[in-house]
Every structure is written in structure tokens, then in C-alpha cells.
């Protein structure tokens, strides 16, 4: 598995020349999102730090803990942000923020949102059943985690 997990890493080094992880923990952006978020949601959204895997530009930012992640966890939630990092390129830096940040605005305004996260939960699923077999990708308690997210 860590050859294969080496590869993907490799494969999205050569897509993504400028590509890197970056544990938010260490990095003064994510701290800042992470305050920013708490202040906009009125300490509603804390788990920014522990929970969500962010791409911004050719930055992969991933809660403390994602090393000691098994690999197939991590080529799983790789190939779901590498969705994101191809969106990126399609749609801009700023274009993405506007889609991620139109959530903001009234009640049903996030579809643009929807729709990005559904094209990359369709490669979770796909990353899942090649990984782990159909059972673990129809599994009830990998569908909830998508909807809770």
C-alpha cells in the first residue's frame, strides 16, 4: 500500500507541480480561518482544525493527525481533494472562493457548493469501492459521514 500510496503522491506532484501537505495546526492561515469561522458562526462551526481537509491554491491543509492516518484513509481523502485541486484550476482561486463563500448569504444559495463537494464525494465513493471493496463504499456509515459533513 505505501507504494501505492507514493505514487498517487508522485502522480499529483507531476499534475500539480506546487503541490504540498500542510497540517493546519503549524500554520498561521488556518488559525486564522479557524477564528474566522468561529466568529461568522457564532462558535457554531469549531471543528475546522480537527476535522475538515481544505484546499487552498496547490495547498492540501489537513487536520492534526492525518500522518498517522492509515494510507488507504489517506489515498481515499487524496484522490476526493485532488477533485478539488482540478475545480480549483477550472474555476480559479477566486471563483472557488466565491463558491465556498456564497454559503454565507440566505438559505439556498449553496448549490454551487453542493455541486463541487458531489463531484468530489463521487470519487470518494469510487476511491472507496477500488480501495476497500463495494461493501465499504455502500457501507451506511460511510454515507452518513458524506451527509454530516
Avoid: N
Amino acid at each position: 500500500m505505501k507504494d501505492a500510496y507514493e505514487a498517487l503522491l508522485a502522480e499529483m506532484k507531476r499534475e500539480f507541480p506546487r503541490f504540498r501537505i500542510v497540517e493546519k495546526e503549524g500554520d498561521r492561515l488556518s488559525r486564522a480561518i479557524d477564528v474566522a469561522l468561529r466568529v461568522i458562526t457564532l462558535g457554531k462551526q469549531s471543528a475546522y482544525m480537527t476535522r475538515y481537509h481544505t484546499v487552498i491554491g496547490d495547498t492540501l491543509y489537513v487536520p492534526s493527525g492525518y500522518r498517522d492516518t492509515d494510507l488507504t484513509s489517506r489515498m481515499i481523502t487524496l484522490r476526493h481533494e485532488r477533485v478539488h485541486l482540478r475545480q480549483r484550476r477550472r474555476f480559479t482561486l477566486p471563483g472557488m472562493a466565491l463558491i465556498y463563500f456564497v454559503p454565507l448569504l440566505p438559505l439556498g444559495l449553496a448549490y454551487g457548493r453542493a455541486r463541487i463537494e458531489w463531484e468530489a464525494y463521487t470519487e470518494t465513493l469510487r476511491a472507496t469501492a477500488e480501495l476497500c471493496g463495494l461493501e465499504a463504499a455502500r457501507s451506511p456509515a460511510l454515507r452518513l459521514s458524506l451527509i454530516h459533513i
